[in-house]
């Protein structure tokens, strides 16, 4: 495993200078930041190390800050700063997740004593998801891409394939598939798993700032350009870049990105020296390249150079027997960034909702979970799932079943053949049952 990182994200320019390099001779590796923005491109569940900030900054906060890497992994520990009118404000941070605090001012061997206890904290993390993915338990990547449709086996198979390779992947669903999700896991399961995964909205950035943002500039390259600033992809160099939504890249700026990606090299406006990059390239599009090819607002040539290999998210629809475990795990999720208990899904709910269309697939399936859990009901106005209150007889008929098999299940300790001849039925009709009440042998 590589040398335990800290990330150190301070406004104050002097403090955070001589504390990075206080934390540098005492043996870690070091990445300091004024804005907690630029910190979040290098936080990924793959991420060894810890994670140092101020409370109080201008933008992003430090509460803020942490909440966003919590979302990320919340077993990465987060050490805040604080002056000594904040000391409520970092109790309160305790309670929300953070890892310690450290009042102002503080000795920078009590600052090291402290991120040398966090990052062995993490790495005692990481190594116990490897050594629970040896042991053909549940592994990360199962965890954030859940199914067990032979369509998410195949892809969860070709995705950990690819992410050992520098390859430049093409990845290609519906909205709300997990383009993003997928793209993550490529960088956390590769060799640059400790570089900045740096994306990039194409369809977001604006006309007149496009250039600049991805290729970075030289000072008085144009009005208002007053310093020298890395682009994006400069800023990715080690790392991973994701160019989401690639089909909405204008068609004249598509030519500048296939010469970047063809010599892995940039140049900055008003510059003439080229900067050589080492990034991986991986790209998302909802809309099917080849036709935008065909239609002509897609250029063929950088279609053929992305797409070395192509990955692609299958919708719900197309797996819509795993929906009844995913919507229990995102139920589980959602209960704990609410702080809610989490809530009993009655078996005639879960089958209603796998009946259901979700054409926002997981991220409106996700949405749901979160008004379920908020007792706002798993459809947006808040109606009643059909046969919610119709089926009495058959949600307790339902209920009773899954009592039945869940005991069985326990009672066999997991093992399938002793509780489908107990039962009486086939080894079928028992999986199938076991995904409608959303049942996993491993947790019973």
Same mark, same amino acid.
């Given at each position: 495993?590589?040398?335990?990182?800290?990330?150190?994200?301070?406004?104050?320019?002097?403090?955070?200078?001589?504390?990075?390099?206080?934390?540098?001779?005492?043996?870690?590796?070091?990445?300091?930041?004024?804005?907690?923005?630029?910190?979040?491109?290098?936080?990924?569940?793959?991420?060894?190390?810890?994670?140092?900030?101020?409370?109080?900054?201008?933008?992003?906060?430090?509460?803020?800050?942490?909440?966003? @890497?919590?979302?990320? *992994?919340? &077993?990465?520990?987060? %050490?805040?700063? $604080? =002056?000594? /009118?904040?000391?409520?404000? +970092?109790?309160?941070?305790?309670?929300?997740?953070?890892?310690?605090?450290?009042?102002?001012?503080?000795?920078?061997?009590?600052?090291?004593?402290?991120?040398?206890?966090?990052?062995?904290?993490?790495?005692?993390?990481?190594?116990?998801?490897?050594?629970?993915?040896?042991?053909?338990?549940?592994?990360?990547?199962?965890?954030?891409?859940?199914?067990?449709?032979?369509?998410?086996?195949?892809?969860?198979?070709?995705?950990?394939? @690819?992410?050992?390779? *520098?390859? &430049?992947?093409?990845? %290609?669903?519906? $909205? =709300?598939? /997990?383009?993003?999700?997928? +793209?993550?896991?490529?960088?956390?399961?590769?060799?640059?798993?400790?570089?900045?995964?740096?994306?990039?909205?194409?369809?977001?950035?604006?006309?007149?700032?496009?250039?600049?943002?991805?290729?970075?500039?030289?000072?008085?390259?144009?009005?208002?350009?007053?310093?020298?600033?890395?682009?994006?992809?400069?800023?990715?160099?080690?790392?991973?870049?994701?160019?989401?939504?690639?089909?909405?890249?204008?068609?004249?700026?598509?030519?500048?990105?296939?010469?970047?990606?063809?010599?892995?090299?940039?140049?900055?406006?008003?510059?003439?020296?080229?900067?050589?990059?080492?990034?991986?390239?991986?790209?998302?599009?909802?809309?099917?390249?080849?036709?935008?090819?065909?239609?002509?607002?897609?250029?063929?040539?950088?279609?053929?150079?992305?797409?070395?290999?192509?990955?692609?998210?299958?919708?719900?629809?197309?797996?819509?027997?795993?929906?009844?475990?995913?919507?229990?795990?995102?139920?589980?999720?959602?209960?704990?960034?609410?702080?809610?208990?989490?809530?009993?899904?009655?078996?005639?709910?879960?089958?209603?909702?796998?009946?259901?269309?979700?054409?926002?697939?997981?991220?409106?399936?996700?949405?749901?979970?979160?008004?379920?859990?908020?007792?706002?009901?798993?459809?947006?106005?808040?109606?009643?799932?059909?046969?919610?209150?119709?089926?009495?007889?058959?949600?307790?008929?339902?209920?009773?079943?899954?009592?039945?098999?869940?005991?069985?299940?326990?009672?066999?300790?997991?093992?399938?053949?002793?509780?489908?001849?107990?039962?009486?039925?086939?080894?079928?009709?028992?999986?199938?049952?076991?995904?409608?009440?959303?049942?996993?042998?491993?947790?019973?």
């Amino acid at each position: 495993m590589s040398a335990p990182v800290v990330l150190l994200v301070d406004d104050e320019e002097e403090l955070r200078r001589s504390t990075a390099q206080s934390l540098d001779l005492a043996g870690f590796v070091v990445r300091d930041f004024a804005s907690a923005e630029r910190a979040l491109d290098f936080v990924s569940p793959g991420f060894n190390g810890v994670l140092v900030s101020d409370i109080r900054m201008p933008g992003m906060d430090g509460m803020t800050l942490m909440a966003h @890497v919590r979302d990320i *992994d919340p &077993d990465i520990p987060v %050490i805040l700063v $604080t =002056g000594h /009118g904040d000391v409520q404000l +970092a109790v309160k941070a305790m309670r929300e997740g953070a890892y310690d605090f450290m009042e102002k001012p503080f000795t920078t061997q009590q600052l090291a004593d402290m991120a040398a206890r966090a990052t062995d904290r993490r790495r005692l993390v990481l190594e116990n998801r490897l050594l629970r993915a040896a042991a053909g338990k549940r592994d990360d990547l199962e965890a954030r891409l859940p199914g067990r449709t032979q369509a998410m086996i195949d892809l969860r198979y070709r995705l950990r394939a @690819v992410a050992a390779t *520098d390859a &430049d992947v093409l990845i %290609i669903g519906d $909205t =709300g598939t /997990g383009k993003e999700v997928a +793209a993550r896991a490529l960088h956390d399961l590769s060799g640059r798993a400790s570089s900045p995964f740096v994306a990039i909205n194409c369809a977001a950035l604006p006309d007149t700032l496009i250039e600049s943002e991805l290729f970075g500039h030289e000072a008085g390259a144009f009005p208002g350009a007053l310093r020298a600033r890395f682009g994006k992809f400069e800023h990715a160099r080690g790392g991973t870049v994701l160019l989401d939504e690639i089909g909405s890249m204008p068609i004249d700026l598509q030519a500048k990105l296939l010469r970047v990606i063809q010599d892995r090299a940039v140049t900055r406006l008003g510059s003439n020296d080229a900067v050589q990059l080492d990034v991986r390239f991986v790209a998302t599009s909802k809309a099917d390249l080849e036709a935008e090819v065909a239609a002509g607002r897609f250029r063929a040539d950088l279609f053929y150079r992305l797409n070395v290999v192509t990955l692609r998210m299958p919708s719900l629809a197309a797996r819509r027997d795993d929906v009844p475990l995913l919507f229990l795990q995102l139920v589980t999720e959602a209960a704990g960034r609410y702080r809610r208990e989490a809530a009993e899904v009655p078996p005639s709910v879960i089958a209603a909702l796998a009946r259901r269309d979700w054409p926002g697939n997981v991220r409106e399936l996700r949405n749901a979970a979160d008004r379920y859990v908020l007792g706002l009901g798993a459809t947006p106005a808040g109606e009643a799932i059909a046969g919610q209150g119709e089926e009495k007889l058959a949600e307790r008929v339902a209920e009773f079943e899954r009592g039945v098999i869940a005991s069985a299940l326990r009672a066999h300790r997991g093992s399938l053949k002793p509780v489908y001849e107990s039962l009486g039925i086939s080894r079928k009709t028992l999986y199938e049952k076991m995904q409608k009440y959303g049942l996993d042998k491993a947790d019973l």
